[in-house]
């Protein structure tokens, strides 16, 4: 058996076809989306980058790993102490290493585990290819090693190739000469003048006057990617330039599919594609980012092409991305390991049978300090840390109304925010019950001065809005942030 695995890096699922945008963005993914299963509520655990994918490795939460951020104690994963063998456990118990115990071999080509000094990343991989740009590689940069190694060992049985593509993450960097096939095409129709006039008064990272996290500045290498949403011009750049991302990324897709195909394997292919987050294209007010824990950052496509899956299937339940682990196994006829925290939705692909959790919780320890409850048509945000964006405690928002978060509920509904709270404890309980250590990792990030993206930041940041006519926020920034001023 043969499996490829497309891991496309800020992919968030309504800007594909397949989950119904409006632009041809993806017709190679929607191809595969066609011929397997595609899942429409599927979550990474912890958001963004780091947490997202050591999560999905080890099969288990960020509070059990301890990675939750991106950087301090909380981006590195716990030691196992004075009981580590020969090896760790990890050398056993990931994905990489389970697909090896089932007789594949295991190829990586992707710069992630660099990028972020994750070298656990690489556990279990029998063959790494580094592409050597710590995740600022564009897709005509990754395709050549793909390809190669397509030429070169297709034809065998048995591997596991996973495939890390970066061009929809900002900086906004596909090749000038590949143009905008979207210069004619609408912006999504719920991206209004009022409603940008309305987010250019908010303040935080990557709100429309600070699109580079902090201030406006620009750089001449990616002139796809502005400093700042002054009109809705500069909003269709934005959009666009996130869409394009996509749609280059896809045709290199479909370059690896025509490869693939002229080996002659294509057709017994096992093919997943997936994400480690999605990216805010407004909601919250937010841009180009994945800095929260909310719906559209923590949302990910999934779609899976098996050998007997039915084609064109699509899964409604509540999925995390460490539950592929624990799938696969069971799809290959292993044992689940004992540390995973996942669980199996092999039914839903072999059966076309809803497996799906009660609820989702998600955490965000990067950018803020979130955890949020996904459940039925709501999404309960917790803040501990508002990484400058002057959120609320407690937000809630019905997706299926408001699926861009505009209209916060909590105050409103408090007693769906009860119910919200009560799955919160009853999840954060059992974690503390089934880990050795018994610090729970987002309090580190705030003890070590809270998410590593906010850090320093403050002080040069209420200067900014001051100049950009935001002074109103300045009191209660320095009053929820005293200690970031020094």
Not at 176 to 193: H, I, S, V
Not at 469 to 474: D, K
């Amino acid at each position: 058996m043969r499996i490829l695995f497309l891991d496309l890096d800020t992919l968030r699922a309504d800007h594909l076809g397949c989950y119904g945008y409006h632009r041809n963005t993806s017709p190679n993914i929607d191809r595969i989306a066609r011929q397997g299963v595609r899942f429409d509520n599927y979550y990474c655990s912890d958001a963004p980058c780091l947490p997202s994918r050591t999560a999905l490795m080890t099969g288990r939460f960020g509070i059990h790993t301890g990675v939750v951020g991106h950087g301090g104690t909380a981006a590195d994963k716990r030691i196992e102490g004075p009981s580590r063998g020969f090896t760790e456990l990890l050398t056993w118990n990931c994905l990489p290493a389970m697909l090896r115990q089932a007789g594949f071999k295991t190829i990586s080509i992707s710069p992630f585990a660099e990028r972020h000094s994750s070298w656990s990343f690489y556990a279990g991989f029998s063959e790494m290819h580094n592409t050597g740009k710590r995740g600022m590689e564009s897709a005509e940069e990754i395709t050549p090693t793909m390809l190669k190694w397509i030429r070169q060992n297709a034809k065998e049985d048995n591997w596991f190739l996973h495939v890390n593509y970066w061009d929809p993450h900002t900086p906004y960097r596909v090749p000038e000469d590949f143009g905008n096939p979207f210069k004619d095409d609408p912006l999504p129709a719920w991206l209004t003048e009022d409603v940008l006039k309305k987010h250019r008064e908010m303040v935080g990272p990557h709100k429309p006057r600070e699109l580079s996290m902090y201030h406006n500045r620009t750089n001449p290498r990616y002139p796809r990617q502005p400093g700042e949403i002054k009109d809705m011009e500069d909003l269709r750049r934005v959009i666009d330039g996130y869409d394009c991302g996509i749609r280059y990324m896809d045709s290199h897709i479909g370059m690896a599919l025509e490869a693939l195909e002229k080996e002659g394997v294509l057709d017994d292919l096992a093919i997943i594609i997936s994400a480690d987050h999605g990216e805010n294209m407004g909601e919250l007010g937010i841009y180009s980012e994945h800095g929260t824990a909310d719906h559209i950052t923590c949302r990910i496509p999934m779609i899976i092409k098996w050998p007997g899956c039915k084609a064109g299937h699509v899964d409604k339940g509540l999925h995390y991305n460490l539950d592929l682990a624990p799938t696969l196994a069971e799809l290959l006829g292993m044992k689940k390991k004992d540390t995973w925290d996942g669980q199996s939705y092999a039914p839903a692909i072999l059966e076309s049978r809803e497996c799906g959790r009660e609820y989702l919780v998600l955490s965000q320890c990067a950018h803020v300090c979130q955890r949020s409850v996904r459940f039925g048509p709501w999404i309960y945000i917790r803040t501990y840390h508002d990484g400058y964006h002057l959120f609320p405690d407690e937000m809630l928002f019905n997706l299926d109304e408001d699926p861009h978060e505009q209209n916060d509920l909590a105050d409103s509904r408090p007693d769906i925010c009860r119910e919200a709270v009560y799955y919160l404890n009853q999840w954060h309980d059992s974690m503390m019950k089934t880990m050795d250590s018994d610090v729970d990792p987002l309090w580190t990030v705030i003890r070590e001065g809270g998410p590593h993206h906010a850090q320093g930041h403050l002080k040069e940041y209420l200067k900014y809005l001051e100049e950009t006519g935001r002074g109103y926020a300045i009191p209660e920034l320095m009053r929820r942030h005293p200690g970031e001023l020094k």
